[in-house]
Nanobody
Framework: QVQLVESGGGLVQAGGSLKLSCVAS???????????MRWYRQAPGQQRELVAT???????NYADSVKGRFTISRDNSKNTVYLQMNSLEPEDTALYYC??????????????????WGQGTQVIVSS
């Protein structure tokens, strides 16, 4: 089973920056490919929102609310996705989750698809 571990959250003043990281790993087997890597966020009392997406070839997409302020990137050699967040606003306060899909398994011939979620990292932006 592919596990995701996020880090980089914290408390920051409005206008500040944070960089989130999410590393994908597997205890037994190999991650053969990662397709889409995504960041979601969920504020208290609200639905989970898709913030940013990056495809294996580098294509990216952002929610309108973060365009021009957030940048998603990935390091395929490290199975890691990042979210650089600049010009943070109190409205960005939320629990941020990464989501990754791809293929993994003990052997390439028996690989299967996976879709995994991290445990979340809290971002708090004070005004």
């Amino acid at each position: 089973q592919v596990q995701l571990v996020e880090s980089g959250g914290g408390l920051v003043q409005a206008g500040g920056s944070l960089k989130l990281s999410c590393v994908a790993s597997i205890a037994f087997g190999t991650i053969f490919s990662i397709n889409f890597m995504r960041w979601y966020r969920q504020a208290p009392g609200q639905q989970r929102e898709l913030v940013a997406t990056i495809a294996s070839g580098g294509w990216t997409n952002y929610a309108d609310s973060v365009k021009g302020r957030f940048t998603i990137s990935r390091d395929n050699s490290k199975n890691t996705v990042y979210l650089q967040m600049n010009s943070l606003e109190p409205e960005d306060t939320a629990l941020y989750y990464c989501n990754v899909d791809g293929e993994s398994g003990l052997h390439y011939s028996s690989r299967s698809s996976f879709n995994s979620w991290g445990q979340g990292t809290q971002v708090i932006v004070s005004s």
